[in-house]
């Protein structure tokens, strides 16, 4: 028998990969557009390797006709063929069913909450996001005066009007003036919010409203525009270090700004507003659920416009029962709170002065106020800077700072 260490010998032919191997050298493609790996994301179904070294390799694509096929396909074999003992590389491609492409969304949302890019937003800064399904429930309303409830607390407040198309923020809480500028350490363009003093706390205040030139303009921006918006004000923004809770005022629906939020913040958690109607109910359904498949918790469902409290104390239903009760039921998040209707609170609004400041005695302004001391004492208490976790979150800030 020869001998293959002999000089002149050919040395024998490696032996073929194993589908074990091949799966390792294909956690090495990315998908292109969720930048993430293939094999991660369950897209790899099937792999074969014959005694020669031939690799077969079964691909499910979201849809047959994803234009990135061929991009993968090329990536795939690359990544085989460089394998030892491989002598040819065929790929097979199939379609996934629903329930794997739901699946691989979860995954893909999964890995970008755990990997979210750096925020002005300190760890310790608790994030309440306010939403909705539709529009008309009174979801801004119940953020201004929420965030001016937690304020008179205290607490240093930040509040996001994210509702890029539809900002009222400002006027609700009678900020006006464009936001002003301050250049970072490292020479970075960064937006400081209107301060506004509240009773023992401080609110600071960022929308799109301060940057325009006037209130009446259309903001004609499509959903990645927005999304960056978004992003620009969580990161380019000096809330300070100080800042107890930020509330962001979301759009109605479960698009574009749901995601990029979820992606930036997954430390946020949801406050989903209804009415008592069945209809809005059902709709508000959606965002807790949007939320929850973005990894977010669902801090609970605040019914606005509950019942209207006449002058004679007496209490009538106008837009039906039980809205509240329904989505928590359904959701399994606790009913924080019901509003009653009020008129002072539409007026103080309109006025720039929250009902909780300029009525705090009114039904309306109490029925915040205990949403905002159910916030703070039980559901999402502010961080107590004296616990080991908190030091660390602040020093790891602080290095993330200065790297």
């Known amino acids: 028998m020869a001998d293959p260490t002999a000089p002149g010998a050919t040395p024998a032919p490696p032996p073929p990969p194993s589908p074990d191997d091949v799966r390792g050298a294909l956690a090495g493609v990315l998908d292109p557009e969720l930048r993430a790996s293939i094999v991660d994301l369950g897209m790899v179904k099937d792999v074969s390797v014959d005694r020669t070294g031939a690799v077969r390799v079964a691909v499910a694509l979201t849809t047959a006709a994803c234009p990135l096929r061929g991009q993968i396909a090329t990536e795939v074999r690359s990544k085989v063929a460089g ?22 969304m979860q995954r893909a949302r999964k890995r970008a909450a755990e990997q979210a890019p750096p925020t002005q937003v300190p760890a310790t800064t608790r994030v309440v996001a306010v939403g909705s399904g539709k529009g008309g429930v009174g ?7 929420l965030a001016a409830a937690l304020a008179a607390r205290g607490l240093t407040v930040g509040v996001l009007d994210a509702d890029i198309w539809g900002f009222s923020i400002p006027r609700m809480l009678g900020v006006a003036g464009r936001l002003g500028g301050e250049k970072a350490a490292d020479g970075r363009g960064m937006i400081v919010p209107h301060e506004v003093p509240l009773g023992a706390g401080r609110l600071r205040v960022v929308s799109m409203g301060l940057l325009v030139d006037d209130e009446d303009t259309a903001l004609m921006w499509r959903g990645l525009i927005l999304a960056k918006a978004l992003e620009q004000f969580l990161t ?32 946020a958690e949801m406050l989903v507003v209804t009415t008592p109607a069945k209809g809005a109910q059902k709709v508000a359904a959606r965002v807790a659920d949007m939320a929850r498949r973005s990894y977010l918790k669902v801090l609970g469902v605040v019914e606005n416009m509950s019942e209207f409290v ?5 209490r009538h239903t106008i837009f039906g029962r039980g809205g509240g009760e329904r989505l928590a039921a359904m959701t399994g998040a606790p009913l924080v709170g019901r509003i009653p209707i009020e008129p002072a609170v539409t007026e103080g609004g309109d006025a720039g002065r929250p009902v909780v400041v300029e009525r705090p005695g009114s039904p309306a302004a109490a029925a915040f106020a205990a949403i905002a001391e159910r916030i703070v004492t039980e559901l999402l208490p502010p961080v107590e800077m004296a616990g080991c976790t908190a030091r660390m979150h602040e020093l790891a800030a602080r290095v993330g700072t200065r790297a």
């Open 236 to 267: 380019d923004v000096r809330w300070g270090d100080d800042l107890d809770y930020l509330l962001i005022d979301m759009p109605p629906g479960t698009g574009d700004i749901q995601m990029a939020l979820a992606r930036l913040l997954p430390q």
């Open 139 to 145: 979801k801004s309303s119940v953020t201004a005066n």
């Open 310 to 314: 006449a002058p004679d104390g007496s």
């Open 83 to 104: 394998l030892p003992g491989v002598s040819s590389v065929e790929v097979d491609y199939g379609e996934m069913t629903p329930q794997e492409r739901s699946a691989l």
